[in-house]
């Protein structure tokens, strides 16, 4: 049975960082491709963050120089450090692990708030 388990949310003011990990179990982490996506309140779910199996990255430009994702295929943890947090960055914070089919984690909540 495939198990993405977020963790590491929580409430943070605007400025602060947080680290969102994700933990795999049920495939072989190494073989796929892992992203961070988020769904603000009202808002469609989007793409934040993307790491290859070959380690590429991609960020959506309302991140890109305040997240970093990083993985550790010795842990199948994938990790997304989060720096210089604005308001508009609150939203549930998902993991996905893709290559021929999808699987998503249960989410968990980051709060941007002062």
């Known amino acids: 049975q495939v198990q993405l388990v977020e963790s590491g949310g929580g409430l943070v003011q605007p400025g602060g960082s947080l680290r969102l990990s994700c933990a795999a179990s049920?495939?072989?982490?190494?073989?796929?491709?892992m992203a961070w996506y988020r769904q603000a309140p009202g808002k469609e779910r989007e793409s934040v963050a993307i790491?290859?199996?070959?380690?590429?990255?991609n960020y959506a430009d309302s991140v890109k120089g305040r997240f970093v994702i990083s993985g550790d295929n010795a842990k199948s943890t994938v990790y997304l450090q989060m720096n210089n947090l604005k308001l508009e960055d609150t939203a549930v914070y998902y993991c996905?692990?893709?290559?021929?089919?999808?699987?998503w984690g249960k989410g968990t909540l980051v709060t941007v708030s002062s």
């Open positions: 996905k692990a893709y290559r021929f089919v999808h699987y």
């Open positions: 790491i290859t199996r070959d380690g590429s990255t």
């Open positions: 049920g495939i072989i982490f190494s073989s796929y491709n």
